[in-house]
């Protein structure tokens, strides 16, 4: 079964870091493009950062210069690694799959980021 | 960048009826859009995908239209646990991936 499973949130003070792991099973995540999604509570769906199946990586300009997206692939493990932290970044982040520049068709149960003093 | 737009807000109907959700894009975006669900608490699943193409194991009830930029979202003979937020997003432009702000689906 593929299944998507994130970890790494908690409780940080404002101006600190935090790192997202997603560990993939059933498929490969370096032959697929994986983004991590997120959702400020009563708010939409807001995407964040993708890798592609290649290694580029691309960033929400809300979060540009702060997080940083990668993987792991023997793990087959994808991070997002955040720093900077600001209380608007308060959210549930998901772990998505892409396929390859399509939508996303496999998401993780997510993660509850609280940015707080 | 392509926004996209969804109407309405909040959608309110009975059990049994349908519901029609729409999704606007600024830009020509063929049928690169897709449609999710999302109930609190639960991350978000996938109904459509190429305007018009269910997903694995969505029933037939849910179908879609539109290409370019109007799409149309329709559940048919809705059932009590179809409540929740429904989303669109447009692939055809990315990065960044954008979402639509979402339409709240209550079931009276």
């Known amino acids: 079964e593929e299944q998507l499973v994130e970890s790494g949130g908690g409780l940080v003070q404002p101006g600190g870091s935090l790192r997202l792991s997603c560990v993939a099973s059933?498929?490969?995540?370096?032959?697929?493009?994986m983004s991590w999604v997120r959702q400020v509570p009563g708010k939409g769906l807001e995407w964040v950062s993708v890798i592609y199946a290649g290694g580029s990586t691309y960033y929400a300009d809300s979060v540009k210069g702060r997080f940083t997206i990668s993987r792991h692939i023997s793990e087959n493990r994808v991070y997002l690694q955040m720093n900077s932290l600001r209380a608007e970044d308060t959210a549930i982040y998901y772990c998505?799959?892409?396929?390859?520049?399509?939508?996303?068709?496999?998401w993780g149960q997510g993660t509850l980021v609280t940015v707080s003093s | 960048e392509v926004v996209v737009t969804q109407s309405p807000a909040t959608l309110s109907v009975s059990p049994g009826e349908s519901a029609t959700f729409s999704c606007r894009a600024s830009h020509n975006v063929r049928h690169n859009l897709a449609w999710y669900q999302k109930k609190s608490g639960q991350a978000p699943r996938l109904l459509l995908y190429?305007?018009?193409t269910r997903a694995t194991d969505i029933p037939a009830r849910f179908s879609g239209s539109g290409s370019g930029t109007e799409f149309t979202l329709t559940i048919s003979s809705l059932q009590a646990e179809d409540s929740a937020v429904y989303y669109c997003?447009?692939?055809?432009?990315?990065?960044?991936?954008?979402f639509g702000q979402g339409t709240n689906l209550e079931i009276k």
């Open positions: 059933g498929f490969t995540v370096s032959s697929n493009y």
């Open positions: 997003l447009q692939y055809n432009y990315w990065p960044p991936y954008r």
């Open positions: 998505a799959r892409d396929p390859g520049g399509q939508f996303f068709d496999l």
């Open positions: 190429g305007a018009s």
